[in-house]
C-alpha cells in the first residue's frame, strides 16, 4: 500500500515545505511508480534526493522519531514487495 499522501514534484518547493522532522517517504518517476522508499529526517533527505537527481516525484508522511520512522519504512517495503 503506498503511502496515502499526494504526489508532489520533486524541486525546491517541495524541500523547502518538508519538515525538519523523522518520516518516510516516496520517491518515484514522473508517472508516479515508486522508485525507492527511505527514512530520516524529511528535509535532510529530500535535500540529497535531489541533488542526486534520485526522483521526479515525492510524498511523504511524518514519523514521532527516527526509529519508528524506521519501522515504518520497512513495513512498507516488504507491503510493496
Do not use: C, F, N
Amino acid at each position: 500500500m503506498p503511502l496515502q499522501k499526494p504526489w508532489r514534484d520533486l524541486d525546491r518547493d517541495a524541500v523547502a515545505s518538508a519538515p525538519d522532522r523523522p518520516g518516510v517517504y516516496e520517491l518515484a518517476d514522473a508517472s508516479g511508480t515508486v522508485q525507492s522508499i527511505g527514512h530520516g529526517v524529511l528535509r535532510d533527505e529530500l535535500k540529497t534526493a535531489l541533488a542526486y537527481s534520485d526522483g521526479d516525484r515525492v510524498r511523504w508522511t511524518e514519523a514521532h522519531t527516527l526509529d519508528q520512522a524506521r519501522e515504518i519504512a520497512t513495513d512498507h517495503r516488504e507491503r510493496l514487495e
